[in-house]
């Protein structure tokens, strides 16, 4: 019977499109400079995004990913989280002059 429930499984994940993974920075700074890398794609920078920036990203089981974020201030705060199908799975925060912040892994 398990047999049987794992072929199903197996079908109902080929047939249907990838999850999502969303990234949402928060922070006290004014702006901040972001990277981030998602499976096997080059990473992108984006300087002075404001606290409040989110982005989605389509991904499957393996795939990694990586965010960083740096405040462009001093005594500042910066939070990253990351979401996967609209639940928490990573979140990092740090405070300080310049903080980084970073959150990456491997989905499975």
């Not at 969303?22 to 004014?30: D, F, H, Q, S, W």
């Not at 001093?74 to 939070?79: G, H, I, L, M, S």
């Not at 990253?80 to 990573?90: D, Q």
Request: charge should be positive; hydrophobic fraction near 30%.
């Amino acid at each position: 019977m398990a047999n049987i429930f794992n072929f199903f499984v197996s079908l109902f994940k080929k047939k249907f499109p990838p999850e999502t993974i969303k990234v949402e920075l928060k922070g006290t700074a004014a702006t901040f400079n972001i990277t981030y890398k998602i499976k096997n794609k080059k990473p992108i920078q984006n300087p002075e995004v404001k606290s409040g920036w989110t982005n989605s990203f389509k991904v499957k089981t393996g795939d990694y990913y990586y965010f960083s974020a740096q405040a462009n201030s001093r005594n500042a705060t910066v939070q990253l989280t990351t979401f996967y199908n609209g639940e928490v799975i990573k979140e990092n925060s740090k405070t300080g002059d310049y903080p980084l912040t970073t959150v990456s892994s491997t989905l499975e």
